[in-house]
């Protein structure tokens, strides 16, 4: 059966841009057809400039919105990446197969680092990747279902699964990274040629899972659009109108924003259709959302056994690891 692992990083809450780009297709697609393992990757939560206890409510959070949104632990495994020592053991060893060269060339890194403008950047960012890569290999996965965001990444565990395999024989499933036909980048609702992100400070541009209806009904009637009348699909010329024809379509199920786009005479109609979709979509999420937060005994027992099913899966792949690098089991 193709096994399947992605993960969210807990440093802010979710937004529209998650849920359309990555965890509605792990809710819809994924959990259904694959041995399917998410996680609340937290270790990658440490790497930029950190409140300890933010990251554990992003985290507890965090799991009981991808609960809310439908993932169900009787078809996939929900478990915290910390939980699992797995993945930090795994990390060492593909910090000793990636080269440095390659870690600065990762684009995700240098917009980062240079957002720091001259502050100190932490180490961790910079192996970022690795840990990222551990997280997957470590698994055995066929597939990673992301954002577009995350493709470059997704390419460098290839490349790291390969070369490892190469060098001490086979032991990692080279994995693939999988999209969303509409929605892998939903962009900043306020600046439509940067990515809708969670950790952004941005408020007014970002929809959050949690954003009572009047509030994403604000955000959309006042996205930047583009100077121009009429409403036409064209990312290059106009990204802000492409941006809102794309969430749309990612709403409402239709294949082809262009399509769409016949469809309006005005952005005001335009922009009130998308505030009605994207409240209807995330209308139930919040319900859900609403009755696990009294329930937290349940989200935590989610995690306890996800937990031990991860680990049980992990452990014999990275202890397959250690003994091809040349280390000597214990006894
Ligand atoms: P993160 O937490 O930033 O995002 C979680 C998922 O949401 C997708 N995404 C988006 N998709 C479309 N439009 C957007 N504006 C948007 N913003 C985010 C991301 O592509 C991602 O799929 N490094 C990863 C977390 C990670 C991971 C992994 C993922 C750690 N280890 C192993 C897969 C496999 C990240 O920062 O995602």
Redesign the pocket.
Known sequence: MTRI???????GH??????????RKWVEEDQHRADALF?I?DL?ALTVEHDPARVRRLSRQAATLLLAAGLDPERCVLFV?SHVDEHARLSYLLECTATDGEMRRMI?YKEKAARERGGSVRLSLLT??V???A??LAYE?DE???????AQ??EL?RDLAVRFNQRYGHTFTVPKATH?VV??????LQDPTS?????DDSGPGIVYLLDEPDVVRRKVMRAVTDSGQDVVFDREGRPGLANLLEVLAACTGAADPAELAGDYASYGALKRDVADAVVELLRPLRERHAELVADPAYVDGVLRAGAERARGMARPVVDRAYRAVGLLPAV
């Open positions: 692992f992605s993960g969210v990083k807990p440093t979710l937004t529209l841009g998650n849920y359309i780009g990555a965890v996680g990757v990658h990446q995700q970022y990747p840990l990222m890569a997280d997957i996965t990673v279902p992301v954002g577009d965001d995350q990444h997704v565990t969303p929605g892998a980048r939903v962009m900043n990515k809708m992100g969670k950790s």
